[in-house]
């Protein structure tokens, strides 16, 4: 990755987002949501997708996939890894970001609904995610497979590039990443600063969660945190972070070891004033324009 491929980004409506979210109680809300999680979520489901849209749910491999696509779809196919942590199911928010692809570009995206800490660990976690993609290249032979993934869903995205890679399996045309939670381990001294200007997530709390998911393995293992694994031949990334969010000092890290990989082309967006997983925020003008952008990349593999 070269300097010209990094785009700076001023947001327009990053700092009135960052006043509203400090001045309520939703830092509180999402600590608790991320330690005391709920299973009766039923945000992605086949029954709240429009009836335009097509879905398949599947139970398999101790997890769960729902496909969605219109009638007939283009050959470009998502596999999307949802954020929450590593705690949490997916939100409506997700749903509503599959249907918005599925509507404006016409390609097939799967849900991908992995184990979640307490009930499971990395172990558990990444063989699901190594399996469904597996499973779904065998199911769809002739389409071309992107990963996407935001916050802890695009660590978990990019640990799988990472292990197909390791284990010489046929990799995905390209990966996009918003706001990945890369380094669980959290002991990035940058982070105290950068957690100062995040308005809902704290640095006690995801390292918590951190060790939990790693289980038996040192929170440094590649496999848990993927910032400590190989970045060569791993084909093209798109990656976005807003510069208010805690991970905005690991995404810099990040950043440094997409621009030392070979085989690894990269464009990375930096939001101005924009806080983590700001993709969730479906009416944002950022959010639209980020969109706009990925189906772009999804359509022709162009960074």
Do not use: C
Request: hydrophobic share 40%; charged share 20%; no cysteine.
């Amino acid at each position: 990755m070269k300097d010209k491929d990094r785009v700076i980004v001023v947001s327009l409506r990053g700092k009135w987002l960052l006043f509203k979210t400090q001045h309520s109680q939703l830092k509180q809300q999402i600590q608790q949501a991320f330690l005391q999680p709920s299973r009766q979520n039923r945000a992605v489901v086949p029954e709240k997708f429009p009836a335009t849209i097509v879905t398949k749910e599947r139970q398999v491999f101790g997890g769960r996939i729902l496909t969605a696509a219109s009638g007939a779809p283009l050959p470009q196919h998502v596999l999307l890894f949802h954020g929450g942590a590593y705690t949490m199911q997916g939100i409506d928010s997700h749903r509503e970001l599959m249907e918005t692809l599925v509507q404006q570009a016409n390609l097939r995206i799967s849900y991908i609904d992995y184990p979640l800490v307490p009930e499971a660990t990395v172990d558990e976690t990444v063989v699901f995610a190594m399996n469904a993609y597996e499973y779904l290249r065998a199911q769809y032979p002739d389409d071309q497979f992107f990963l996407m993934g935001d916050s802890a869903g695009g660590g978990l995205a990019l640990t799988l590039l990472q292990q197909l890679k390791i284990h010489q399996e046929p990799l995905p045309a390209g990966t996009v990443l918003i706001s990945p939670w890369t380094d669980l381990s959290m002991m990035n001294p940058d982070l105290k600063t950068a957690a100062k200007h995040d308005p809902y997530l704290t640095l006690a709390t995801l390292k918590k969660i951190g060790f939990d998911y790693a289980g038996k393995h040192p929170v440094t293992d590649p496999l848990v945190s993927p910032i400590y694994g190989e970045f060569d031949d791993l084909g093209p990334i798109l990656l976005y972070y807003g510069t208010n969010e805690l991970l905005a000092a690991d995404d810099e890290r990040l950043i440094q070891k997409l621009q030392e990989a070979s085989g690894t082309p990269a464009k990375v967006h930096e939001l101005k004033s924009m806080l983590h997983d700001y993709i969730l925020w479906g009416k944002l003008p950022e959010s639209k324009r980020t969109l706009k952008e990925v189906k772009q990349f999804i359509l022709t593999g162009k960074l």
